[in-house]
């Protein structure tokens, strides 16, 4: 418990280096909110106008910007209102989230159970015709951009074939039913999994060759053990812990694949809105996003952490 709560402790400083970090590059970057409000307010006159932009502060610079947004974070837990339609941000994004964790949860179940029996064959079977065609369907799933991907899906399944829907996490009228939404998540679910799945054979197969050569496996063999027992008894559990700490390191990689495949797919997910506040020039929604996929990943890299001393009796955290 200790640990858990220093490693907490310790995220803070990060968290303050990512959020400075990323104002900074909004607030560096060309264009801005005002831009957008051009058009939005050019009924104003240029005095309403100034007065309008003076009341958002997106006439001062953007350091005094973020330490006013950092006062209201801290003091208030208020991640702001929305440039868009003024709405909290934390209440747009509420709304957003359970189609994401959904659609990342069944991507990272899927890869799981698909690469991890791969990547373990694979090793046993070095060298073989399985293991080369292993090797090559994970190099040719790591060089494809999810984006890409997502479109051949979208023409190959929704379009040509018509087995699934092109875009949308529902059909009109199916909202609340776990079937429809299911069926709308297929492609989107085999994008990611798609994606994911060359880390997750490379990374298990090396781990799985590391404890193959083991001494004591050659002990249980020498016992008179089964080949069976002896990978699915003694090194097989040693194989997968590595393989552990590969959770927390994947869930970057699944946020970052979100973002581009709730686009793609339309699907009204926290992506979606990061990717559309980004074009709206949104701070505080593309903020609170920004914050929010840095707390996950960290917490997953903890939750990893915990796992790996869990698997693992030698392991302690003191």
């Known amino acids: 418990m200790a640990y858990i ?36 307010t050019r009924r104003m006159s240029p005095a309403a106008r100034a007065e309008f932009i003076h009341a958002l502060g997106l006439d001062k610079p ?26 909290p941000v934390i209440a747009k994004i509420l709304e957003r989230l359970p189609v994401t964790i959904e659609m990342l949860s069944l991507a990272l179940l899927f890869t799981v159970l698909i690469a991890l029996p791969i990547g373990i064959y694979s090793a046993i079977k070095r060298n073989s015709v399985f293991d080369y065609a292993a090797t090559v369907l994970a190099f040719a799933s790591y060089g494809m951009p999810v984006f890409w991907l997502g479109i051949i899906l979208i023409d190959a399944f929704a379009v040509q074939l018509r087995w699934f829907p092109t875009s949308g996490a529902n059909s009109i009228g199916g909202e609340g039913n776990p079937t429809d939404r299911l069926y709308h998540l297929v492609l989107p679910v085999a994008t990611l999994t798609i994606v994911s799945l060359a880390a997750w054979i490379r990374y298990q197969r090396g781990a799985m060759l590391n404890v193959l050569g083991e001494l004591y ?102």
């Open 5 to 40: 709560l220093r490693r907490l402790l310790g995220a803070i400083p990060l968290l303050f280096i990512v959020s400075v970090i990323s104002y900074a590059l909004m607030g560096l970057a060309p264009g801005g909110p005002t831009a957008i409000f051009a058009t939005q």
């Open 62 to 87: 953007w350091y005094v910007q973020y330490f006013y947004w950092l006062k209201n974070l801290v003091l208030h837990g208020s991640l702001g209102y929305s440039y868009v339609d003024n709405r």
């Open 217 to 318: 496996l050659r002990t249980a063999r020498a016992k008179g053990l089964t080949e069976g027992r002896v990978i699915f008894g003694h090194a097989l559990r040693n194989a997968l812990l590595p393989t552990i700490t590969l959770l927390g390191l994947s869930l970057p990689g699944l946020f970052s694949g979100a973002y581009f495949i709730e686009y793609v797919f339309s699907i009204p997910g926290m992506g979606y809105l990061g990717i559309n506040a980004v074009f709206q020039r949104d701070y505080p929604t593309v903020m609170a996003l920004t914050m929010l996929t840095a707390v996950l990943v960290i917490l997953g890299n903890l939750a990893a952490d915990v796992a790996y001393g869990l698997a693992d009796p030698r392991i302690r955290y003191d």
